[in-house]
């Protein structure tokens, strides 16, 4: 997988805003309209993070997490398409980007692999451990 650091940058802003939108949106007075809202932005916010750390890192699980967030984000931008304020629309804009941020590391294709170590262990390692036993005894 080929480093894209505009895909770093958008997972970290994703993140970052959504959990400024839920601190912020957590001290409205009528919080109980907001509980959706809040709870998908930290999902939100953690998810990108953590695909962001996976992304650097060059993980191979970079692509299944990616997945996840996708799903999350898409949630994460409904609720807020539903909402007026300005800070509920850069959520949306914000969680689009993300989305195909995303869905790019899905497209891309990850490192070959060193060939796999095999399965079962050739008998020819064991052989000369078994003659060296039987010459000793």
């Known amino acids: 997988m080929i480093w894209n650091k505009t895909i770093y940058d958008t997972l970290t802003g994703c993140a970052a805003l959504c959990d400024e939108t ?8 009528d919080i109980e309209n907001w509980y959706r809202f809040i709870f998908l932005n930290l ?24 997945q996840t967030c996708i799903e999350v984000c898409e949630k994460c931008a409904d ?24 869905s790019n590391i899905l497209k891309m294709v990850p ?8 399965v079962s262990t050739p008998a020819s ?13």
Do not use: W
């Not at 609720?79 to 995303?102: D, F, H, N, P, W």
């Open 111 to 118: 490192h070959k692999e060193q060939e796999a170590a095999p």
């Open 125 to 137: 390692l064991f052989y000369g451990i078994d003659l060296r036993d039987a010459l000793y005894n």
């Open 79 to 102: 609720e807020a398409k539903k909402l007026s304020g300005e800070r509920a629309k850069q959520v949306y804009a914000m969680c689009q980007q993300t989305i195909v941020s995303c």
């Open 43 to 66: 999902d939100c916010a953690d998810l990108c993070r953590q695909v962001a750390m996976l992304y650097v890192r060059g993980s191979e699980n970079t692509r299944l997490l990616a």
């Open 22 to 29: 839920a601190t912020e949106s957590s001290r409205a007075s």
